[in-house]
Every structure is written in C-alpha cells, then in structure tokens.
Nanobody, 126 residues
Framework: EEQLVESGGGLVQPGGSLRLSCEYSGFTLDYYSIAWFRQAPGKEREGVAYITDDIQYYADSVKDRFAISSDNAKSTVYLQMNSLKPDDTGVYFC?????????????????????WGQGTQVTVSS
C-alpha cells in the first residue's frame, strides 16, 4: 500500500527558507508521481509542485522560488522553499496516485490523487 509521511515544516521569517521532505513507501517514481499541495485556513487546497522520474512542474505562484527533487535511494521527495512569503503559510501535503496524470493540466489537481500524507505546518511570519 502506498504511504507518505511529510516532515520539515516550521516557523520561518519572510524571506527565509525551509526544506520539506516526503518519505514514501509502497511504490517508486518510475511508475508513480508525487505532488505537493498546501492549504491555508479557509482556502481550497492548492497544488504547488509535481515530480515524476523525468518531469518537474510548478504552480506559477512558486515558480523560481521553490524546487522539487527526489532521492530514489532514500524514497524521499523534497520541496526546497526559498524567499518565503506570508502567503506561503499553510499545511503542506504530499500526494500520489496511480496511474499518474499525463496531462499537465492535471498535475496539480487534487482530485487526481488518492493517497495523502498527514501534512506538515509551514508558517511564514515575522
């Protein structure tokens, strides 16, 4: 069974950086994809970044600030977040599902994924 566990959240000042980790089990990125989402209080869940073995894809709101990567030996996907803003505050989730989406319009669509981690809180505040 596919499982995901996020870690690395915390409190950071505006302009700071954090690196989130998503440790996965029960599958490989050869055949699956992983996406990061975030959800702020009172707002809908928003797709942030997506990765397969040969594709990385980002929401416009985080492009040039966030970077998604994978370490297959550790079964972990990372989300490096730089130049953080208060609007980046929220609970960050990683998600997967099978088959992985093929249309880029689906990469960051929450309904495509059926396996989710428990989330990790990111707070950007001075």
């Amino acid at each position: 069974e596919e499982q995901l566990v996020e870690s690395g959240g915390g409190l950071v000042q505006p302009g700071g950086s954090l690196r989130l980790s998503c440790e996965y089990s029960g599958f490989t990125l050869d055949y699956y994809s992983i996406a990061w989402f975030r959800q702020a209080p009172g707002k809908e869940r928003e797709g942030v970044a997506y990765i397969t073995d040969d594709i990385q894809y980002y929401a416009d709101s985080v492009k040039d600030r966030f970077a998604i990567s994978s370490d297959n030996a550790k079964s972990t996907v990372y989300l490096q977040m730089n130049s953080l803003k208060p609007d980046d505050t929220g609970v960050y989730f990683c998600a997967t599902g099978f088959p992985p989406p093929l249309d880029p319009r689906d990469f960051l669509r929450a309904s495509v994924y059926d396996r989710w981690g428990q989330g990790t809180q990111v707070t950007v505040s001075s």
